[in-house]
């Protein structure tokens, strides 16, 4: 039992949800047990940390995936987005106040959400999601595209725009198109939106 949440642990800087437990036949009577033997440490409702396990500077980052407790048929629901996923791509100066994940449209959160976390109804094919250092994130295209259309740090955009062809981390032909999503006014981002 406990050598599986370990193994669960370790792909996610040790934090595992009650359901991914559940996934495991692990209940919450075990799992209650672990707390009490220290073993584990709950780290919010339906979230655990292995204590034995460091702790890691993406803690906030993998609270925020894991903690909307959504799950998808194929892993986890939640995936990072926006500026927080921007951030993770190395290709601008940002540094993002909050953390934004994104959740597929039908799902539903019935937990309130902490602060500082903000989430978006997205649904995202597989192709626009990738992970960095094992945290589900939007590619840099999806981040890209998500954030011109949008209208939101258009100045880190421009940035990554920049940086990114230089380091091969886009096509030309996404960066093409990305720069000329870039160059719409307004009014024409939002009649692509609508």
Not at 21 to 27: K, V
Not at 63 to 86: E, H, N, Y
Not at 170 to 185: G, H, K, P, Q, V
């Amino acid at each position: 039992m406990v050598d599986a949440l370990t193994e669960v642990g370790l792909s996610q800087d040790g934090f595992l949800t009650a359901g991914q437990a559940a996934g495991l036949n692990i209940d919450g009577y075990a799992l209650a047990r672990l707390v009490k033997n220290g073993l584990l440490e709950r780290d919010g409702r339906g979230l655990y940390r292995l204590k034995p396990f460091p702790r890691s500077e993406r803690a906030e980052l993998w609270r925020a995936v894991l903690i909307p407790g959504v799950q998808r048929s194929k892993g986890i629901a939640a995936v990072l987005c926006d500026g927080t996923a921007l951030s993770l791509h190395r290709v601008s100066t940002i540094n993002p106040k909050s953390v934004e994940v994104s959740v597929p449209r039908s799902a539903r959160l019935r937990r309130e959400l902490p602060r500082g976390l903000i989430v978006h109804r997205r649904d995202y094919p597989e192709l626009d999601v990738t992970r960095i250092d094992g945290l589900p994130t939007t590619t840099l295209f999806r981040t890209l595209v998500d954030l011109i259309v949008n209208r939101k740090e258009l100045q880190f955009v421009d940035e990554a725009l920049n940086e990114a062809p230089r380091r091969l981390l886009l096509t030309s032909r996404e960066s093409d198109s990305l720069s000329a999503m870039r160059r719409l006014d307004a009014r024409a981002i939002q009649a692509i939106r609508t």
